[in-house]
């Protein structure tokens, strides 16, 4: 059995609007609403915790009701970083009865079902699997002075996205061994990796693009649009 937990609690930043990224309405329909539609689509996920920020909850229960997914999701308050929100969403019923966990963040609607049953076969047969594709600028590494430490060799580097697929044991040790020593990352496979468990790399998607900055919105729009062409 697998679950899926969808961390949705952040407050965008980056992006810089009033209400949170993953609440906009996209062509209509909101980001979150969107990546959930995704979700509850696939047949082997039998359940979804969506972790939300405690000043959206009673907003997110409202619009779970009103696109129907009143029952099919649990929601969880989130926390200060995007590691505590999944923490949280790990401590529920749901995951404690699962073999599989799939961590998708909100704010990437257009994960193609394809990637999910990739990712979920690789950690089936690995135990952790993630997706990315190589970068297509160069990357370097700097020194705090602002110069190049060094030029690294591109045709190892892999920009990660989530879907993330991890056997739920692993995940659960992953997030006690973190807790226990203070360790902080920002995807959940680093966690993993901290353990000392090898994590699969399967190909990403181009298209799941993550909203992060202003203009990634216009392209979000285009992809949308797209699709609704179809
Ligand atoms: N997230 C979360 N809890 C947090 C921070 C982030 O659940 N405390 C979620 C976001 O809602 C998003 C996903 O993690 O779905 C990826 O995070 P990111 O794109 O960084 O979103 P924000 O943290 O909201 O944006 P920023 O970093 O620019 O503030
Ligand atoms: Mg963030």
């Known amino acids: 059995m697998v679950v899926a937990l969808v961390p949705a609690a952040g407050h965008g930043e980056r992006f810089g609007s009033t209400t949170p990224k993953q609440f906009l309405p996209l062509n209509g329909v909101p980001v979150l609403i969107r990546t959930l539609q995704r979700l509850c689509q696939l047949p082997d996920i039998a359940a979804v915790v969506v972790a939300v920020p405690a000043a959206w909850l009673e907003f997110s229960r409202q619009l779970c009701q009103q696109y129907g ?11 200060e970083e995007r590691q505590d929100s999944v923490a949280r969403a790990l401590q529920t019923e749901e995951v404690s009865e699962a ?26 047969q690995h135990g952790a699997a993630v997706p990315g594709l190589p970068p297509t600028e160069t ?38 061994a973190a807790l226990q020593h203070h360790l902080r990352a920002t995807d959940d496979a680093a966690l993993v990796e901290a353990l000392g468990h090898p994590v699969a790399i399967i ?20 992809l949308a649009h797209i699709e609704e062409q179809r």
């Open 69 to 79: 997914f009143g029952s099919t999701v649990r929601l969880v308050i989130g926390g």
């Open 99 to 124: 073999e599989f966990v799939v961590i998708h963040d909100a704010v990437r609607p257009f994960a193609p079902a394809e990637l999910f049953q990739r990712v979920l076969q690789a950690a089936r």
């Open 139 to 176: 990357v370097k590494e700097t020194t705090p002075e602002g110069f190049v430490r060094q030029t690294l060799p591109r045709e190892r580097l892999r920009l990660i996205q989530t879907p993330q697929a991890f056997r739920r044991e692993l995940l659960q040790r992953a997030y006690d």
């Open 203 to 222: 190909e990403g998607v181009p298209e799941n693009l993550k909203i992060t900055h202003p203009l990634d919105w216009a392209l979000a729009e285009l």
